[in-house]
């Protein structure tokens, strides 16, 4: 049974600038990863939002996700955190962040 779920949230912001094509080029990327981690994995949209002191920043999010066995999900878990870390330098983000079994870490 395929009971433990993993999942990156892919940005759409640098900055306050929107870079689709950007967020599209990793949506593509972790896809073809958690395929190649999970077997397959699926991307749903969504937004997001966050604050910087009193300033509610909103954008839209992708989030990858993948359900996996416990022996996935612990064999492929610095993959994943990889992955977050370099959505997050390429893209300038402070975090990305990943969803661990209902549990969020944020890599920065």
């Known amino acids: 049974m395929l009971n433990k779920r993993v999942a990156i949230y892919i940005p ?11 967020q599209r080029q990793w949506v593509r990327k972790a896809l ?18 966050f604050k910087v002191g009193t300033e ?7 989030i990858i996700f993948a359900f996996t066995s416990k022996q ?19 893209m300038k983000q402070l975090c990305v962040s990943v969803e661990i ?4 870490e944020f890599i920065e």
Do not use: P, W
């Not at 759409?12 to 950007?22: A, C, F, L, P």
């Not at 073809?32 to 939002?49: L, N, P, Q, W």
């Open 12 to 22: 759409s912001k640098i900055g306050q600038t929107v870079h689709i094509d950007k």
């Open 72 to 90: 996935g999900e612990t064999s492929h878990r610095s993959e994943v955190i990889a992955l977050a870390k370099e959505i997050a330098d390429d």
């Open 32 to 49: 073809d990863r958690f395929s190649d981690m999970f077997g397959g994995a699926t991307a749903i949209k969504g937004e997001g939002a």
């Open 101 to 104: 079994n209902g549990g969020m």
């Open 56 to 62: 509610l920043i909103l954008e839209d999010v992708v």
